[in-house]
């Protein structure tokens, strides 16, 4: 079994494209915020994306 994120990525593409799967956003955090972005995945309780803006 292969990891990276290309390798995961590319059979779930497909799946997005013919069913119009829309990825979750759960949290964006501004640039500035990576640290506390980091924190708050690294919790777990997390549900959705977590995002940083630039």
Do not use: C, H
């Not at 997005?16 to 964006?28: A, E, F």
């Not at 990576?34 to 995002?51: I, Q, W």
């Amino acid at each position: 079994m292969a990891a990276g994120f290309g390798l995961q990525s590319k059979p779930n593409d497909k799946a997005y494209r013919l069913q119009d799967l829309k990825p979750v956003i759960g949290r964006v955090f501004p640039w500035t915020g990576v640290e506390d972005a980091m924190r708050y995945f690294a919790a777990g309780s997390n549900f959705g994306k977590v995002l940083l803006q630039l």
